[in-house]
């Protein structure tokens, strides 16, 4: 049997790993958005570092719920 605090910090990190993705959307779409940021948007580089950490997020959560079970 696990101790309680042990599995809370579990589904808080399962949580966290699920919502960030959508929320590196946002920041995404934010940080490209002139009407926002003003001359402050995002580089072509900083553009392509954010996507690819973004979808290797959305495959790192994919990849939790698709093993989730298997324990």
Do not use: D, H, Y
């Amino acid at each position: 049997m696990k101790p309680k605090g042990v599995l809370a910090l579990f589904w808080t990190a399962v949580i966290n790993g699920v919502l960030a993705p959508p929320l590196l959307v946002l920041l995404m779409l934010i940080a490209n958005n002139p009407r926002v940021m003003g001359e402050r948007v995002n580089s072509r580089w900083l553009n392509l570092g954010g996507w690819i950490t973004t979808l290797i997020m959305f495959a790192a959560a994919l990849a939790l719920f698709l093993t989730l079970g298997r324990s």
